[in-house]
């Protein structure tokens, strides 16, 4: 059973390109949590998505920022015309039902650099 | 709001030594508790885990916790670390009334010597 699946590791965008982030949740998951990692700080939660729902995104900023989870497919996170702040490890990670009493497992993150 | 405070930002100990990391959160409520690794170019990995019971919980590659909850803390303690022990340490928390939000600590670094 493979594990939280992230691509690309690394990514390399210009200020005002487009970078898309990939998540592919565990066998069996429905529920997929994006997190972001800046320089020295700990994860903070983004988003929370079931397929084709968002369910919480209030730690999502209001501007240039999406997420979707498809009914097929993998859960996409969409930063546009990047800045040098959005610089950062995104993280996925995803459980079986609702992270209540069970705990979600991550990928290994994409680094995303912005120049 | 909730929030997870890790105390030591920077670790380094020697083999042998033993390793303690402090962990205290803020929430009135009932609380999930973590303790994730992240090894060197790898994704966060769960060591242990409290949601109820025994206070004391015992994880992975010899790793264990004491959930305090007069003192609201969840420190992670380990009697004698290895070289690949070497790894960023992360708390988190989530209420368990809000369910699917992890909250995480900024993280611990160990360094240990050979």
């Known amino acids: 059973n493979a594990g939280v699946m992230q691509n690309p590791r690394h990514l390399v965008r210009r200020r005002g390109q487009e970078a898309r982030l990939r998540c592919s949740p565990m066998k069996g998951h429905s529920h997929v949590y994006w997190y972001r990692q800046l320089p020295e700080e700990g994860l903070k939660f983004m988003v929370y998505l079931q397929k084709e729902n968002i369910i919480d995104e209030s730690g999502m900023p209001k501007e240039r920022f999406s997420a979707e989870f498809p009914k097929e497919g993998p859960s996409i996170l969409r930063i546009q015309q990047v800045v040098r702040g959005d610089s950062a490890a995104y993280f996925c990670?995803?459980?079986?039902?609702?992270?209540?009493?069970?705990?979600?497992?991550f990928g290994q993150g994409t680094r995303l650099t912005v120049v | 709001a909730q929030s997870v405070s890790q105390h030591n930002h920077h670790v380094i100990l020697s083999e042998a030594a033993s390793l303690e990391l402090g962990c205290n959160y803020s929430?009135?409520?009932?609380?999930?508790l973590f303790w994730y690794v992240q090894y060197p170019g790898q994704h966060l990995q769960l060591l242990l885990k409290?949601?109820?019971?025994?206070?004391l919980v015992k994880g992975i590659k010899g790793f264990e916790a004491e959930f305090i909850k007069s003192k609201f803390s969840f420190n992670l303690r380990k009697p004698s670390v290895q070289w690949s022990d070497t790894a960023e340490y992360f708390c988190?928390?989530?209420?368990?009334?809000?369910?699917?939000?992890?909250?995480f600590g900024s993280g611990t670094r160990l360094l240990v010597r050979p």
């Open positions: 409290y949601f109820s019971g025994d206070p």
């Open positions: 990670a995803s459980s079986p039902q609702g992270q209540q009493n069970t705990e979600a497992f």
């Open positions: 929430y009135g409520g009932t609380v999930n």
């Open positions: 988190a928390v989530n209420a368990v009334d809000s369910s699917y939000k992890l909250i």
